[in-house]
């Protein structure tokens, strides 16, 4: 597994995972997810850490990458392998991922600018559409 070559999240997820999603679960407050996706021309895997909002039963994450103009790689990673596995807390699990169509991502939108304010800033920062990705599970949950 390949950590994201930002430090600091290289560290987070680090955490996250040595904890079993009992450390480093949230960043300044807005929950954290650990996403683990396939690389489109290495095959690798690869993890990073994401904020995410819900939307019923599946969680939604944004491609912000801060509001630069180009997509975060781990986005352009997820379009052409959809099937990714996350860490929400102690549960891990395999999810598909799908880009928001904008009547859709206009509506969850308003529930993303609540859990994590500055995406707002991030979108008027960018031409870019800044994509959101719903992630939903594809195995039952354990009982």
């Not at 597994?1 to 430090?7: D, H, I, R, T």
């Not at 891990?92 to 991502?105: G, M, Q, S, V």
């Not at 559409?129 to 599970?137: A, D, G, Q």
Request: net charge negative; aromatic share 10%; charged share 30%.
């Amino acid at each position: 597994m390949v950590l994201s070559p930002e430090g600091w999240v290289a560290e987070q997820a680090r955490r996250y995972e040595e904890s079993g999603g009992t450390e480093a679960t949230d960043m300044n407050g807005s929950p954290c997810l650990l996403l683990d996706y396939k690389g489109r021309r290495s095959g690798v895997w690869r993890r990073t850490v994401l904020i995410y909002g819900r939307d019923g039963e599946d969680y939604l994450i944004v491609a912000s990458k801060g509001g630069a103009d180009e997509h975060p790689a781990w986005y352009l990673n997820i379009r052409e392998n959809p099937e990714v596995r996350v860490r929400v807390g102690t549960e891990r699990f395999t999810a598909h991922a799908d880009t928001l169509p904008a009547e859709e991502k206009a509506r969850v939108w308003p529930h993303l600018l609540e859990v994590y304010p500055p995406y707002e800033e991030y979108r008027r920062k960018t031409s870019r559409e800044i994509p959101v990705v719903r992630l939903t599970r594809m195995d039952a949950p354990a009982s």
